[in-house]
């Protein structure tokens, strides 16, 4: 049977389950995707390369500043596959599987994390110059509802030829709500544990820009704790 008429067959299959035509395409395309990696290995080598550049010379200049901008209060994370982030909700199975698709085919730029726990805290788009395609904007949309569904911030940054690192440090910590630790105030002190749930507790920005010590368990559980006064110096 040709691959053509596998496809017909599988729409039609599927058009029998009253599936919307969007999740229909992106069940088609899962489907092909899985068939690609079941095909028998051939003699010789896969047929993969690695590519001339990970990083577009826009993203790896953005990436430099972006790591002075994040130094001691984040990691950074460039490309980072939304399958790695986030996964689906829905309740039928092959909704589930299209969503799942969706998601592993979608990247953010950047991903900034709790210098610890890891902990995601803050999605960062970088945008092109010019105008974008129907396709890109798209993917864009799709990229903000995923994060907006799941609560985690994102922002969009215009590519420059030059960004100010310490402008750009006050706009990420506000926009991921972690603190900008001052060099000189680390080690930071052990974390304490949580008055309410016992969970470890770690450092955050509170509504007013305030430090305070929050539960890991957020958002599960919401408590916060005074900072020592010690631990108080962060950079403006
Ligand atoms: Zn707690």
């Known amino acids: 049977m040709s691959d053509e008429i596998k496809v017909t067959l599988l729409t ?5 389950f009253g599936l ?25 080598p896969e047929p993969f390369r690695l590519r001339e550049h990970f990083l577009s010379a826009a993203e790896h200049r953005f990436y430099l500043v972006l790591r002075e901008a994040t130094q001691g209060w ?19 199975y092959s909704q589930y599987l299209a969503d799942t698709h969706r998601i592993n085919h979608n990247h953010v730029d950047f991903l900034l994390c709790r210098p610890d726990s890891l902990r995601p805290a803050l999605g960062i788009m970088l945008d092109a110059k ?10 864009d949309g799709f990229v903000a509802a995923v994060f907006a569904a799941a609560g985690l911030p994102l922002i969009h ?13 006050g706009r990420l910590s506000r926009a991921a709500k972690l603190p900008q630790l001052d060099a000189g105030a680390q080690p930071v002190a052990t974390p304490p544990c949580c008055p309410r749930c016992g969970s470890e507790m770690e450092l955050g920005v509170a509504t007013g ?4 010590w929050m539960c890991t368990n957020f958002p599960c559980c919401r408590a916060v704790r005074r900072v ?7 950079r403006a």
Request: hydrophobic share 35%.
């Open 209 to 212: 820009g305030i430090l305070v």
């Open 74 to 92: 984040a990691q950074v994370y460039p490309k980072v596959g939304l399958g790695s982030l986030f996964y689906a909700t829905c309740s039928g």
């Open 157 to 169: 940054i215009p590519v420059q030829r030059s960004y100010n690192a310490q402008e750009l440090a």
């Open 20 to 44: 919307s035509e969007q999740a229909i395409d992106e069940l088609v395309l899962y489907v092909e995707d899985l068939s690609a990696e079941a095909e028998p290995a051939t003699d010789g």
């Open 228 to 234: 020592e006064p010690e631990l108080r110096r962060t």
């Open 130 to 139: 010019g105008e974008r395609s129907a396709g890109s904007r798209q993917a």
């Open 12 to 16: 039609n299959v599927l058009r029998t």
